[in-house]
């Protein structure tokens, strides 16, 4: 149980274009997700948090015109990297929160999406 | 401010034991995890620990004392597959996840 996918798992764009990843909870319902950054041999950075039905929390310095999340139901969220740039290019990884299990506010992450943006 | 402290680097024998330990400073707690996760992978959960005490899951254990502001994670009977970095992170008052910055484990044959 508690599996989360995440769609596409690389993505090549651009400089200047748009780019939409997915983040699915597959068997569970999450009311609330989260978005990560990692860049290379560092430590995950939460962009922001994403609540179903409202509008998401951003972290200091994200700019959630750029970053757009969109958490429509209990099992989908989406992040678009709007008018993305090289300094964008990342690893960026959803989770999404199960609170019906034993072990209480676990998060459980997707498998990531590398973007590369060109 | 918030703090989660843990080594940046770790080397072990494959077949041995080894023991990552984790403190933190945080507004609140709420619990303590700990992730795995391999190189171009997303972490993966290992363990939840929010009272005192050693919780074992086959050859990972992972123990809490919230009065030290300390946790570990053990790892018995080291595999090659366990290369990988190892994630403490602290949920605090608000039901936000404190990372730390993840300890690099090597394992040598």
């Known amino acids: ?118 | 401010g918030q703090n989660i402290d843990q080594p940046t680097e770790m080397t072990a024998t494959e077949g041995a034991i080894v023991q990552i330990n984790c403190t933190y400073q945080t507004s609140g707690f709420n619990g303590l995890f700990w992730y795995q996760q391999h190189a171009g992978e997303a972490p993966t959960f290992l363990s939840y620990n929010v009272l005192d005490g050693l919780e074992e899951k086959g050859r990972f254990s992972s123990f809490l004392s919230r009065s030290k502001g300390y946790s570990y994670l053990l790892l018995k009977e080291l595999q090659m597959k366990d290369s990988a970095s190892y994630l403490c992170a602290v949920m605090d008052s608000n039901y936000q996840l404190i990372w730390g910055a993840g300890t690099k484990l090597i394992i040598k044959p």
């Open chain 1, 1 to 118: 149980g508690a599996v989360v996918s995440q769609h596409p798992s690389w993505v090549i764009c651009k400089s200047g274009t748009s780019v939409k990843i997915e983040c699915r909870s597959l068997d569970f319902q999450a009311t609330t997700m989260f978005w990560y950054r990692q860049f290379p041999k560092q430590s995950l950075m939460l962009m922001a948090t994403s609540n179903e039905g409202s509008k998401a929390t951003y972290e200091q310095g994200v700019e959630k015109d750029k970053f757009l999340i969109n958490h429509a139901s209990l099992t989908l969220s989406t992040l678009t990297v709007t008018s993305a740039h090289p300094e964008d290019s990342s690893f960026y990884i959803c989770s999404a929160r199960d609170v019906g299990t034993g072990e209480a506010d676990t998060q459980y992450f997707g498998p990531g999406t590398r973007l590369t943006v060109l």
